[in-house]
């Protein structure tokens, strides 16, 4: 997917279950992490990228572990409340960044090397942003129907 469709759609998944801008603001900057730390072609160069692409940055191991030590250290060292929570949506959207990107290729499973998902669309294509316009309407009238 696109940044701005990972953006827009992590951000709604995590204000739609927090009801809290600061969550959803944190999980859509997280929603970029995975990308940012592969780097892009122009950076690094196309050899580099597509060796890297979609690898240990899109294992989602990666950041439920970090999540889980975060909630080990949080009585350690987050005395903080809202630090230890921004942290927290922080990699929850690069988790949700790469069940995205599932649905578009291959991403890492509960194995680096193992590699998992569908291609329901091509990254950039039309069909992304329907994919997203629809996954966003379905959790606007989720949230709808739940409140009444
Ligand atoms: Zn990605």
Do not use: N
Request: some cysteine.
């Amino acid at each position: 997917m696109k940044w701005v469709s990972h953006i827009a759609l992590t951000g709604m998944i995590a204000h739609a279950v927090t009801a809290d801008p600061l969550a959803a603001a944190a999980a859509a900057v997280g929603a970029v992490i995975p990308d940012k730390i592969e780097g892009t072609p122009e950076r690094i160069g196309w050899s580099a990228w597509r060796s890297r692409h979609r690898g240990w940055s899109h294992w989602p191991m990666l950041y439920l572990a970090l999540i889980g030590g975060l909630m080990r250290a949080e009585k350690y060292f987050f005395y903080d409340e809202a630090f230890f929570h921004i942290l927290i949506w922080l990699f929850i959207g690069a988790i949700l960044h790469i069940a995205e990107d599932a649905v578009c290729g291959k991403v890492p499973g509960i194995l680096p090397t193992q590699k998992i998902g569908v291609r329901l669309f091509t990254v950039g294509s039309f069909r992304e942003y329907i994919f997203v316009l629809v996954c966003i309407v379905f959790i606007y009238v989720g949230q709808y129907l739940l409140r009444t």
